[in-house]
């Protein structure tokens, strides 16, 4: 097996695949069962001091996988699925969520796992600090803060999670607040639903902040079209694989920003390959949630050897090496245009002259001559003949 292990803000994880904050780790024995499929480590369900959020959990807790067309379709998922779904935070209050703590926190330290404590606050500052005291207390080496859990925005008067995470200095003062009174490196989990989620990255960082995970899940709607009514009754956190581009573009954008600020990605990863593209936009370690939700816990040692087996086939000497490699090699558009011009070529012992090409050129760029379809000199390379072509007839030549 190749050597998986990377440092995260001073603390060695086995390899990058974390299990999400969620009911994936729910309780002390769900997170032992992540570390038993051997994830790197695991985030915690993220203890409050909200009675309403505990109360999400434990009596509104409702999920739901769906297909393509945002439907319930029991067991003809295609990957690309959406999770909808609604809970809260840690059913149980302080004291008690801490006894859970330390026993995982225990367990994984037996078994080289990380875990990561969450915590969130509906009492403003003073209250972010003393919920992250008692995270700290239970022994682990980091520390989440929850700016990103969508329900809150749903929930009258409860100032918490995505509320906070959409207010910088909301979210400034609850960091500097928890940083004044732990001792361990703080992670901001931040929410996408924000104009620029790099600014808020900057803004964190500054007000004491040691990493951010990006991102959160949505808000989202669906509905049930035959009974005109909501699935779920209403409003619900959306995520899943589908999302996955929009969660690494803003990890590549905030690694290119600050490529020294830590950053564990997190909505949309799906398998080991997700993994990896999470890593070379700029994330370190990658949280799972939704695909491990539907498959079960064991579905992480799959991802892990998915891993495993890129890293050997491709030589790595370090998951060091994959951190951003994507990312930086990312260009301004100001910079793809001044890169060659590139073209539309058919390969003709493939082509069927269907005439799909040329339908689909709207820019008037490829035209039938004697029986043939030929492109022409105006062709601007897009490249969207080479993708709607059903033979694969077409390959886009030239630029950088």
Avoid at 60 to 79: A, I, M, Q, T, Y
Avoid at 147 to 175: I, L, N, R, Y
Avoid at 198 to 208: L, N, Q
Wanted: net charge negative.
């Amino acid at each position: 097996m190749a050597d998986l292990s990377i440092d995260f803000c001073g603390v060695r994880f086995k390899n990058p695949v974390i299990a999400a904050s969620s009911e994936l780790t729910l309780n002390a024995d769900n997170m032992k069962r992540c570390v038993d499929a051997g994830v790197g480590g695991l985030v915690a369900k993220t203890l409050t001091d909200s009675e309403a959020m505990r109360n999400q959990t434990r009596k509104n807790s409702k999920w739901r996988f769906l297909d393509e067309k945002h439907r319930v379709s029991p067991g003809k998922l295609p990957r690309e699925f959406s999770f909808y779904g609604r809970s809260g935070l840690a059913e149980e209050e302080p004291a008690e969520w801490a006894g859970e703590l330390r026993e995982a926190v225990a367990y994984a330290a037996e078994h080289d796992s990380v875990v990561i404590g969450s915590a969130a606050s509906s009492s403003g500052p003073k209250g972010w600090a003393e919920l992250a005291k008692v995270v700290e207390d239970a022994g682990v080496p980091l520390i989440e803060l929850n700016f990103g859990c969508p329900h809150p925005s749903q929930m009258v008067g409860e100032k918490t999670g995505m509320v906070v995470g959409q207010d910088p200095e909301a979210a400034c003062e609850a960091v500097a607040a928890v940083a004044a009174a732990v001792s361990i490196p703080i992670i901001t989990k931040l929410t996408p639903q924000v104009i620029d989620m790099v600014e808020i990255a900057k803004a964190v960082r500054e007000a004491g902040a040691s990493a951010v995970t990006l991102t959160n899940r949505f808000i989202g709607f669906t509905v049930d079209v035959e009974n005109e009514r909501p699935n779920l009754y209403g409003w619900a956190g959306v995520g899943g694989p589908w999302v996955k581009p929009l969660s690494l573009r803003w990890i590549s954008k905030s690694y290119v920003a600050m490529p020294d600020f830590p950053i564990t990605g997190t909505n949309g990863c799906y398998d080991g390959t997700d993994v990896l593209e999470f890593m070379m936009s700029g994330a370190r370690i990658v949280q799972m949630c939704s695909a491990a939700m539907l498959k079960g816990y064991p579905y992480f040692t799959e991802v892990i050897k998915q891993v495993d087996a890129f890293v050997e086939r491709k030589g790595y000497r370090s998951m060091e090496q994959i951190v951003g490699v994507a990312a930086r090699k990312a260009l301004t558009y100001d910079q793809i245009l001044s890169l060659p011009p590139e073209r539309a070529e058919i390969d003709y012992d493939l082509c069927v002259d269907c005439g799909i090409c040329s339908d689909r050129c709207y820019y008037h760029s490829i035209d039938e001559i004697d029986g043939r379809y030929v492109i022409g000199d105006s062709c601007r390379g897009c490249g969207l003949c080479s993708t709607v072509c059903p033979e694969a007839a077409i390959s886009v030549v030239g630029g950088g």
